[in-house]
């Protein structure tokens, strides 16, 4: 590797951009995937309804958990708010790894380890907290 692209790749500049990208990114999938339910559009109704809130799987409870992952992405990408924003961020993944323990006949297929479909969808969340992890250490040292 080259000395300047090795300088570009570890500079403060570039560290930014990427996790500048990865908070707007992880707000974008939250905007999405929030406006979705608030339209009544619910591919993952069988994660929700085997979790910890099954009530949010249609109906009301749909519109006010697509609201609250819409609100969610708005604040990541206007990067403010932070420990609140990423405390739900914390909230809404616990409520998605929940399925892990009321739902195991839908995230294992035909039986554990195997992943069906829907256990890939959440394992996949893993990132996504990590990734909100990351943001936030970021931002609040940055802040410090």
């Not at 951009?17 to 591919?43: C, D, H, S």
Request: one cysteine or more.
């Amino acid at each position: 590797m080259s000395t300047s692209l090795k300088f570009f790749l570890l500079s403060r500049s570039y560290e930014q951009f990427l996790v500048t990208a990865l908070r707007l990114g992880l707000g974008l999938i939250f905007i999405w995937f929030g406006l979705l339910k608030v339209f009544g559009f619910n591919p993952v109704f069988d994660l929700i309804y085997h979790s910890l809130m099954p009530w949010l799987a249609a109906d009301v409870g749909l519109i006010v958990l697509g609201v609250g992952e819409f609100i969610i992405g708005l604040l990541l990408c206007v990067n403010r708010f932070l420990v609140f924003t990423h405390s739900l961020v914390f909230l809404h993944l616990v409520g998605t790894f929940s399925t892990f323990i009321f739902g195991w006949t839908i995230i294992f297929d035909p039986y554990f380890p195997v992943l069906s479909i829907d256990g890939e969808f959440v394992i996949k969340n893993i990132i996504l907290a990590l990734s909100g992890l990351v943001v936030l250490t970021y931002e609040l040292r940055k802040k410090s």
